[in-house]
T-cell receptor, first 112, second 110 residues
Framework: ETGVTQSPTHLIKTRGQQVTLRCSSQ?????VSWYQQALGQGPQFIFQYYREEENGRGNFPPRFSGLQFPNYSSELNVNALELDDSALYLC???????????FGAGSRLTVL | QQQVKQSPQSLIVQKGGIPIINCAYE??????FPWYQQFPGKGPALLIA?????SEKKEGRFTISFNKSAKQFSLHIMDSQPGDSATYFCAARNAGKSTFGDGTTLTVKP
């Protein structure tokens, strides 16, 4: 049973650029959610995808968008990067209706 | 607007001690309360969880105490070990969304 894998692990961007982060869900899981974890804080819910559609969103602007693919993998896209977007981005997978989340190790984004 | 408040921010105990981490929530719609453990460079990993119809749950050295009327819950770690040194997050879940506390950094000294 493979866990949740995320790529890239680290990346550096400049303000105004765009970034795409990728996530492969755990085998058997069909729901993917994304979280932003700023330094010294807990993860904050960005959105969740189920059956290739967004079915829940936190308090994040529209420049944060995502996709889920038929194999349940997912992408997080952030446009017009701002300095405050610097954070660890965590992907978590689960089986629909289940409360247990399996997190990946995250993608650390630095915006200069 | 923080819906889950966690304390303390950091905690240092001696090996064998019993660290206690507390959380309070506001939204009574929350129906699942997990605790996660996070090591540096890793994602959070589920440690133990409780539903609001239960007042206590124990798994190995980890115990959750839940007070529904006070909207508070806590994590107790019995016989703590240096390997328990990590950041602990409480969370509350509703409608597929988890709201996390800001974490407690636990250091267990040998």
């Amino acid at each position: 049973e493979t866990g949740v894998t995320q790529s890239p692990t680290h990346l550096i961007k400049t303000r105004g650029q765009q970034v795409t982060l990728r996530c492969s869900s755990q085998s058997g899981h069909n729901t993917v959610s994304w979280y932003q974890q700023a330094l010294g804080q807990g993860p904050q819910f960005i959105f969740q995808y189920y059956r290739e559609e967004e079915n829940g969103r936190g308090n994040f602007p529209p420049r944060f968008s995502g996709l889920q693919f038929p194999n349940y993998s997912s992408e997080l896209n952030v446009n017009a990067l701002e300095l405050d977007d610097s954070a660890l981005y965590l992907c978590a997978s689960s089986f629909s209706g289940a409360n247990v989340l399996t997190f990946g190790a995250g993608s650390r984004l630095t915006v200069l | 607007q923080q819906q889950v408040k966690q304390s303390p921010q950091s905690l240092i105990v001696q090996k064998g001690g019993i660290p206690i981490i507390n959380c309070a929530y506001e939204n009574t719609a929350f129906d699942y309360f997990p605790w996660y453990q996070q090591f540096p460079g890793k994602g959070p990993a589920l440690l133990i969880a409780i539903r609001p119809d239960v007042s206590e749950k124990k798994e190995g050295r980890f115990t959750i105490s839940f007070n529904k009327s006070a909207k508070q819950f806590s994590l107790h770690i019995m016989d703590s070990q240096p390997g328990d040194s990590a950041t602990y997050f409480c969370a509350a879940r509703n409608a597929g969304k988890s709201t996390f506390g800001d974490g407690t950094t636990l250091t267990v000294k040998p």
